[in-house]
């Protein structure tokens, strides 16, 4: 079992930053990849960046690329979303999700077994 409870989203203006973080807790927090999604009203949920157990590779979805980086500290069980440069359209509730099933890092939802409850991103133009 593990469970995931996100902080830090909010309201920002567009070319701001905020950082996400999601801390985890039961299952070893070592052993199992990563990802944070996003949906947005009316939109299918979507990937927006993963990382393997170790930290040692990181995935982006493009619409976020060099703007966002993903990070996890296994000492404290906790990883992390830095959004920079955000945009209008980053808007959406933003999820952490835990893999525990494969090793590799996914970008479908569906191989996601655990999931945060979601905290709200608003980017104002």
């Known amino acids: 079992q593990v469970q995931l409870v996100e902080s830090g989203g909010g309201l920002v203006q567009a070319g701001g930053s905020l950082r996400l973080s999601c801390a985890a807790s039961?299952?070893?927090?070592?052993?199992?990849?990563t990802g944070w999604f996003r949906q947005a009203p009316g939109k299918e949920r979507e990937f927006v960046a993963g990382i393997t157990w170790s930290g040692g590779n990181t995935y982006y979805a493009d619409s976020v690329k060099g703007r966002f980086t993903i990070s996890r500290d296994n000492a404290e069980n906790t990883v992390y979303l830095q959004m920079n440069s955000l945009k209008p359209e980053d808007t959406a509730v933003y999820y952490c999700?835990?893999?525990?099933?494969?090793?590799?890092?996914?970008?479908?939802?569906?191989?996601?077994?655990?999931w945060g409850q979601g905290t709200q991103v608003t980017v104002s133009s």
């Open positions: 999700a835990a893999d525990t099933t494969h090793w590799r890092v996914s970008r479908s939802q569906y191989e996601y077994n655990y």
């Open positions: 039961g299952r070893t927090f070592s052993t199992y990849a």
